[in-house]
């Protein structure tokens, strides 16, 4: 099963980068330091988790995969604009994203801030050249909500602000739920949108996506707690040397795996409704708590 | 005249900010030291000029002002997270803003980053929040599109690679064009857009506000060479200590100042079509190359 899905992950990659590239090259002329920076920060590289399930919630709900493909290439500027800016020196400081320099390594800090600026902008950019106004405007209100200062953006502030505190279970889980649940329930939210889904079925989404999230999100604090750079693609062992707000710390390495464990349980509960075509999903969340980088 | 249109923007800047006020107000909560560093980097200072060209500009096409105030907040929205970003440490590192300190002096690079992150997507929230879905779509494409690596973000990365270059007009244009004139532009169109304007219209001021910004940009040049810290309100001198590609540096003083003026009276000509009812918006352009501030 595992195989399965990594398989299925890495065809999808494919197909999406190949469509990302195809939409960042239209629009206006651009310099090309930036050009290069913001391509390298977003493309060939990456799991490419939250365009996935964009793409698969349009589908679910009875959309073409064709008709969600903006939508996700913008979900993944989101992620990657947050990357870029997270990596930064004033913010977590780190060197290697994915294997490779962080932007900042690369193209230094100016030009990292504003790739960053750049990726952010193009994600609304490119939903509001789809073509029905309706949807463009229920994306734009769900993508910038999700992101936000009352979203992900405002998580990682929390996140700076939990660094040299105390370890509270409760401030961790908030964190957790703006920085990673609520993109990942957005990503689910918009390929519904795009598939023209019902309010139940936006809600069931919202439900599933913040779990997977929440899921993810005690995976990668035990893996920077557990694994290796060489495995990880980034610096191992960074949360503990900057004190951060993780699950581990608050409650150990075997009761994050069960709270790991029970968020995928709750996440597939909401998966019921759509029976066995959701099944790659299923697979997804049990795998999102036990891999390996 | 001069007095006129400074006692006309004073107003407007009052009204403007208490419906900025509002707007702020709405939506999820925040983390409270985010909350601080948006609303310090967009409340209670700043001229206001995009936001009253964006309302009047919506009412010379016949719309009321009450459908603009949310347009007029997103583009405040973006020109300040511009102000915060290019005030970092790694860009123009600045310590004097609008006559206080930066963004960054005051919170730290880190919420800096993260503020001004978060007003570039609030723009994006507030537009969305708008009732009507194909205004939504029209200005999100023309936000995003004057904003983005195509327009203000990639006129920035211009300007800093024009750093320590030999002075080139055609160089230093094209930075203006992009850093200032594509958001005037910008914020005349989705004016014209909130008041369901013609594409004539759109276009007219398409070539006013791009004119009106290159006038404005080369009397900024001309301010910075000339003016005093106190006057100015952020650190004098800096494009010359930066080696900034500027337009006397260029051509000098007094061709600086008649290319400003050429600018004025090339936008103003975009306006016979509006009669007198644009008499501010003449008094406007007149008064951004003449402004002591």
Redesign the interface.
């Known amino acids: 099963m595992r195989e399965g899905i990594q398989n299925t992950l890495r065809a999808f990659a494919a197909e999406f980068d190949g469509r990302l590239d195809a939409l960042l090259a239209c629009?206006?002329?651009?310099?090309a330091?930036?050009?290069e920076a913001?391509r390298y920060s977003v493309l060939a590289s990456g799991k490419r988790v939250r365009p996935y399930l964009l793409v698969r919630c349009c589908e679910l709900v009875g959309g073409t995969r064709e008709r969600a493909w903006p939508a996700a290439a913008a979900i993944e500027c989101v992620h990657a604009?947050s990357l870029v800016?997270d990596d930064?020196p004033?913010?977590d400081d780190d060197d290697l994203r994915r294997g490779r320099a962080t932007t900042h390594k690369k193209f230094?800090?100016?030009?990292a801030?504003?790739a960053?600026?750049?990726l952010?902008?193009?994600s609304?950019?490119l939903?509001?050249?789809m073509a029905d106004?309706?949807v463009?405007?229920a994306l734009?209100?769900e993508?910038?909500?999700a992101?936000?200062?009352?979203?992900m953006?405002?998580g990682?502030?929390?996140d700076?602000?939990g660094e040299n505190q105390p370890p509270s279970l409760e401030r961790t889980r908030a964190i957790h739920r703006l920085k990673t649940g609520r993109l990942f329930a957005a990503a689910c939210r918009m390929g519904a949108i795009c598939g023209g889904g019902t309010v139940d079925q936006l809600e069931g989404f919202l439900r599933f996506g913040g779990r997977l999230g929440e899921a993810f999100q005690i995976a990668d604090d035990l893996l920077d707690l557990t694994a290796g750079a060489e495995r990880l693609g980034k610096t191992a062992g960074k949360d503990a040397a900057a004190r951060k707000q993780t699950y581990p710390a608050c409650v150990g390495a075997a009761a994050s795996r069960a709270a790991a464990d029970a968020a995928v349980t709750s996440a597939v509960a909401e998966l019921a409704p759509f029976g066995p075509a959701a099944d790659d999903l299923r697979e997804l969340a049990a795998y999102v708590v036990v891999r390996d980088y």
Chains 1, 2 share one sequence.
């Open positions: 629009g206006g002329p651009r310099p330091d930036l050009a913001v604009f800016h930064l004033a913010m230094g800090e100016a030009l801030i504003l960053g600026d750049a952010l902008t193009l609304f950019e939903i509001a050249r106004a309706r463009v405007q734009v209100s993508l910038a909500g992101t936000g200062w009352s979203g953006i405002g990682q502030a929390q700076l602000a």
